[in-house]
């Protein structure tokens, strides 16, 4: 039953640490996508690439979030230093080029 | 404007009936259409998607889009409990390799 794991599955630290999340796609699957879940803003999109080549990460903050893929079995998002407004729910998710997209159970992350 | 909108609810039906589900996009560009379903604490899945005008059935799930309108819609017949969740409007537009923009979610309670 291939789907997208993500790890950790839940992150508490304090403001100013560094976070980093780590998702393995589905095998076969060539575009990997980062999500932030809020209630307030819904899922926004942050960074995704292809072929392990990023094609977009406008939606990150630039000063603190970087988004890797060092190879076609792991993706990684780090945010350096974190802050409590980046509590939220982070997804991965894969495609393999159709648009059709699987996520992965997410890690929820509280800054403190 | 939000590029996709929809009503957040609860949209609360009675079990067995109908619920219809309704989401409109900004963008004219926009070409694939999906409806995710999310439970609470769980990861957006799939449920359908359509590209063309018109209606696409998958068992008790009924997509219909009207590219004039901007209009996309999701119909659940039969209603039942397991169907209580979020249901997510995702649209993506030609040329931009499968990013996806999201509604914020319409949350639907079926009740016995």
């Known amino acids: 039953d291939a789907r997208v794991t993500q790890t950790p599955r839940d992150k508490v630290t304090e403001m100013g640490q560094e976070v980093t999340m780590r998702c393995q796609p589905i095998l076969g699957h060539n575009t990997v996508f980062w999500y932030r879940q809020t209630m307030m803003q819904g899922l926004e999109l942050l960074a995704y690439?292809?072929?392990?080549?990023?094609?977009?990460d406008s939606g990150m903050p630039k000063d603190r979030f970087s988004a890797e893929m060092p190879d076609a079995t792991l993706a990684t998002l780090k945010i350096q230093p974190s802050e409590p407004r980046d509590s939220a729910v982070y997804f991965c998710?894969?495609?393999?080029?159709?648009?059709?997209?699987?996520f992965g159970p997410g890690t929820r992350l509280l800054v403190l | 404007q939000k590029e996709v909108e929809q009503n957040s609810g609860p949209l609360s039906v009675p079990e067995g009936a109908i619920a219809s589900l309704n989401c409109t996009y900004s963008d004219r560009g926009s070409q694939s259409f999906f409806w995710y379903r999310q439970y609470s604490g769980k990861s957006p899945e799939l449920i359908m998607f359509i590209y063309s005008n018109g209606d696409k059935e998958d068992g008790r799930f009924t997509a219909q889009l009207n590219k004039a309108s901007q209009y996309v819609s999701l119909l659940i017949r039969d209603s039942q409990p397991s169907d209580s969740a979020t249901y997510l409007c995702a649209v993506s537009k030609a040329g931009t390799a499968s990013k996806l923009t999201f509604g914020t979610g319409t949350r639907l309670q079926v009740t016995l």
């Open positions: 998710a894969s495609g393999s080029g159709w648009e059709t997209q699987y």
């Open positions: 690439f292809r072929n392990r080549a990023p094609l977009d």
